[in-house]
């Protein structure tokens, strides 16, 4: 696999001694989404302005398609795009004014620059609202048009940065489809996110981070597996005596059960069991044929993955878990979407 | 390279210059303003036109008894003085909104992001001044250089825009707050007014004010617009205020540039 981002031992220090970033080291893949997890102030934002050139380091090396983030800072541009956490557009203009503009950054040939804006306005679905000003776009539209404005260069590396931070649920699927488009036309993407959801469903591999350090790297359902098994719980009816010690005789030497164990079923004092399992989908039939071989009949069963929740609770003693805001970073008016 | 520096100017230049056509409350200040500052001062003034001491008289030391006349000098400078603000201003909103890290991202030079807004800036310095003199003219101000004497305050104008437009530029960069770049702004330049020949004779003021007033940048560019209006093309006091234009100019937009080329977060 070939590496288009190399970073070794990188820092950043504030003043004397706030440290943002401490010492990490990562390379992503090219063609790959790699993702960075972690709260607020984990040093996500710092790193990603420092790959894209906008933040001096303290110490370490980092490379973009074997560029020096320094020595070839001007080449390292023309290369990447970058969408920042507070939506780089430009309120008094229309979202056909803001891409061509984007595009003179770039010079872009005007003739060029006019197919180029047509095609993107229509891949983020704001051509009906190409020359309106941003001032009417809701939450969601702005973020769309902000990720075509980083694109207008056809980046071979783009930085997201937080990218549905604040958006709604429907912009937020949006805009993880783009991406996911834009990686299978062979675009590399690093992106930050507070989301362990959107970590799980969009990166290839991820870096969880938490002040300033890399705790765990790696895919997401491997760092899932890290944290032990699937997690299979069953409740019997209730006044079925006898149900849940027969079941757990019946299923504790079952191939792939790690452990059995009582539980308490919530609101009702019936018992119930848990089930520890490494591959849990694939127990789960020979729990039920064991179950159905043993006469006794479960009245729920529920399977349970870990998440990359409790991977970092795992590593840190936190959770990530964030409220999410439900309205649009600036107020944008919602149900606006063209 | 020179081609590419061009265009990237160019584009950051009619970016800002949409954004201004697009606030008519801007346009709506830039007539209201001068006509206040007109009508109360001179109205409260006009008195000075016919100051006489033991040693001088208002109208020998400038060449008129108008007190308007020579007061046109003075709404000049105040107006370039508050729209060199909007300069600093831009830049921190830019700041603000993540659309100057857009920018920096992209490979543009720095310099083509200030030289951008602060020709789009004097553009509208020079809206402004034509406002001015043409509300001037209505007042009854005669402008002695005729036309040719017209462009020549309006290119003064837009270059004293410029450099007066690089302190508002470096407090934005250094401070990245639209609060302090503001008040730094609109402390200064009253004093600066009042403590220079723009609204009085050098020769009528306090000695103490004098001192101050000679090494006052607003003196010589104060100077050569009453000139202009009131004796024609003085050569002397246009080359000064040249040189003064020029001396702000390359301290001020050198200092911003620098900061600017610092990458800041």
Known sequence: MDNIIVVENLSKTYGKDIVAVDGISFQVHKGEIFGFLGPNGAGKSTTIKILTTLLEKTSGKASIDGLDIDADQAKVRRIIGYCSQEVGVDDDLTARENLMLQCSFHHIPKEKARSKVNELLQKVRLTEAADRRLKTFSGGMRKRLDLASSLVSDPEVLFLDEPTTGLDPQSRQDVWEYVKQLNKQGMTIFLTTQYMEEADRLADRLCIVDQGKIVAEGKPNELKTTVGADKITLSFKVGDVGACEKAAKALSNLQGVEEVGKCVMGLTTEEGLTIMAKNGSAVVTQIVRALDGAGVEPEQLKLTVPTLDEVFLKLTGKTLNVIERKEAVRGGRRGMRS | MRMEMFSEVVAIFRRWNTKLLRQPIFLFFSLIQPLVWFLLFTQAFSAIGSIQTPQFSFASLTGTSSYITFFTAAVIIQTIASSALQAGIGIVNDLDSGFMDKMRVAPIRKSAILFGKLFSDAISTIIQVVIILVIGLALGVHIASGILGALMILFIAA???????????????????????????????????????????????????????????????????????????????????????????????????????????
């Open chain 2, 159 to 265: 270059t004293f825009g410029i450099a007066w437009s690089g302190i508002s530029l470096f407090v934005a960069l250094t401070t990245k707050s639209s609060q302090t770049t503001l008040s730094i702004g609109l402390l200064t330049t009253f004093p600066l007014l009042f403590l220079s020949a723009s609204v009085m004779p050098l020769q009528l003021l306090p000695s103490w004010v004098q001192q101050v007033a000679k090494v006052n940048p607003f003196t010589y560019i104060a100077q050569a617009f009453q000139n202009l209006v009131i004796k024609g093309f003085i050569w002397d006091s246009i080359g000064y205020a040249f040189i003064a234009i020029l001396i702000i100019g390359v301290i001020s937009l050198g200092a911003s540039i620098l900061v600017f080329r610092k990458k800041i977060s």
